[in-house]
């Protein structure tokens, strides 16, 4: 009879998993989350152990990003039953990689006889994640983290993957304690070198978040939050009042706090702002009469000479003082929102979402000025990609700005989760950001990663903060994912180390 505490044990760590992100939030979960699944795949088949990581995935993931069924049921008109099922098949997706780790730390445990290659497979593992069929890093372990200001500023070294590497190796930890019964003399010596690295990791985040941040050069921001219903928004009916809402709010905020750079969110202007010549002059005047910078999203195209058109999210930045209006094009588009991944293959498929069509990429990470200083933005999905952000920084951002409009995602969790990544992107780089969202969360982070100013969802408003500059370029910043890659090294050597082993005590084979 096949015992089913195995299965228990794997759905108590989906649960507990889950439970550590927004809008939980119980994030010390994430210090044990793993140690019930290490039980259940302690004397378990490599293949039984997959299926026992799968389910803790199946639950991890449908806990925090079941939300995918509003955007496809409200807006890519999908009956509820289409979108729970193509929800499923996410999910079901995502959890295959907890399979994964479960199948290959089991394999490696039964020829190693340790565990210790768990943190570095699981950084391989979100790594890969982050990467395959053009990445989907949502809530990686580490983020659930994301409050814990002394625990994560080695974001600025190792990337979020340290974060995710260090709760691992604390759960295993408790772990092999748990397992020994706390009695047998070996069973401390993991435990208690990951307490050492646990409080070097602590001592760098209390020393990091006692040095002040240089106030030298700063940069006065306000963000618009112009509470635009989804339904509405590319309706040419509201368009005038789309835009005298974002006018209102600005010239507001503008006259109360005289900000240098007013942010408005992703396709705030809901129309090509190249063409349309009557809200373009009136989006100009704003800025050059008020005046200020103003940068804000708009879809935008270019033609080729054949006469084919191509489509861009965008964001623009328009100066008071000249003529020239810099654009940056979306990078990292979202697929089967922006675009039809494989379309060749998958013709009968449409965008889940509505919009103007589908958009292609665009190639550079355009650095736009705003008031002498190099300001970065990204679009959306892009703050989640730590290697896109940055980007912006290693060629001269000092300043960082997000625009999104996560009105998509309406009610749920997925708003407070895509904010609380911004947290990982502005120390990894020590560079503020300010976060501008169509139905919010709009905010500010400074390069502690601590939250300055956030609004609530749902309502129309503008908020504005002086924000201290970028003032010093980060070991991440410098050199990446140097961290992850060598994770990844450090488990293949593991493993080709078991594997090894494993050959060595195959028996000969017969003359």
């Known amino acids: 009879m096949i015992s089913l505490i195995p299965f228990g044990l794997s759905l108590l760590s989906g649960t507990l998993l889950f439970l550590s992100f927004p809008r939980f939030e119980f994030f010390p979960l994430a210090w044990i989350a793993l140690i019930p699944l290490l039980f259940a795949i302690q004397h378990q088949s490599t293949s039984r152990s997959f299926l026992l990581g799968w389910l803790t995935g199946l639950i991890y993931f449908f806990g925090t990003v079941s939300w995918v069924t509003i955007s496809m049921h409200h807006y890519g008109k999908l009956s509820w039953d289409i979108s729970y099922l193509l929800m499923v098949v996410l999910v079901s997706y995502l959890a295959s990689f907890v399979g994964l780790f479960a199948a290959l730390l089991r394999w490696t445990m039964r020829r190693l006889g340790s565990p210790s290659v768990a943190p570095f497979l699981w950084v391989t593992i979100e790594l890969a994640r982050g990467h395959l069929l053009t990445g989907f890093p949502w809530v990686s372990l580490g983020y659930s983290q994301y409050r814990f200001l002394p625990f994560i500023q080695i ?18 930890a408790l ?5 020994s019964g706390f009695k047998k003399q070996i069973a401390w010596r993991y435990p208690l070198g990951t307490s050492l690295i646990l409080l070097l990791i602590f001592s760098y985040g209390f020393i990091r978040l006692s040095q002040p941040i240089r106030d030298d050069k700063t940069l006065d921001v306000a963000v618009i939050q112009g509470n635009i219903s989804q339904d509405r928004k590319w309706d040419k009916a509201f368009q005038d009042e789309t835009v005298q809402i974002y006018k209102r709010l600005s010239l507001d905020i503008f006259n109360e706090f005289r900000p240098a750079l007013v942010v408005w969110p992703e396709s705030a202007t809901p129309f090509f702002f190249q063409t349309e010549t009557q809200y373009q002059d009136e989006v100009i005047r704003l800025a050059k009469e008020s005046p ?57 498929v449409s965008k889940i979402v509505e919009g103007v069509g589908d958009f292609i990429p665009g190639q550079e990470a355009t650095v ?69 969202a169509n139905t919010g969360i709009s905010g500010f982070i400074n390069s502690h990663g601590k939250i300055i100013k956030k609004t609530p969802l749902f309502v129309e408003t503008a908020l504005a903060e002086r924000l201290n500059v970028r003032s ?14 060598a994770c990844a090294i450090i488990t293949f050597a593991l493993m080709m180390s078991a594997k090894r082993r494993t050959d060595a005590h195959r028996p000969a084979a017969s003359p």
């Open 155 to 172: 974001a600025d070294i190792t990337s979020i993957y340290g974060i995710s590497f260090a709760l691992v190796l604390a759960n295993v």
């Open 368 to 436: 736009m000025e705003a008031a002498g200083l190099k300001v970065g933005t990204v679009i959306c999905y892009e703050v989640i990609f730590p290697e896109l952000v940055r980007r912006f920084v290693k060629r001269g951002a000092v300043v960082m700005t997000t625009i999104t409009n996560d009105a998509w995602f309406g009610n749920s969790a997925a708003p407070d989760q895509h904010f609380s990544m911004v947290v990982f992107r502005a120390i990894e780089n020590r560079i503020p950001f300010a976060r501008a």
């Open 292 to 348: 200020f910078y103003l940068l804000f999203g708009s879809p935008a195209f270019e033609t080729n000479e054949a006469g084919q058109g191509y489509l861009f999210n965008s964001a623009y930045l328009i100066s008071p003082t000249t003529e020239a209006i810099p654009r940056y094009d979306k990078i990292h588009l979202v697929p089967f929102g922006e675009y039809v991944p494989l379309k060749f293959l998958l013709f009968f």
């Open 472 to 485: 010093e370029e980060t070991f991440y910043t410098a050199y990446g994912d140097l961290f992850a890659i």
């Open 175 to 179: 772990y092999r304690l748990i397992q």
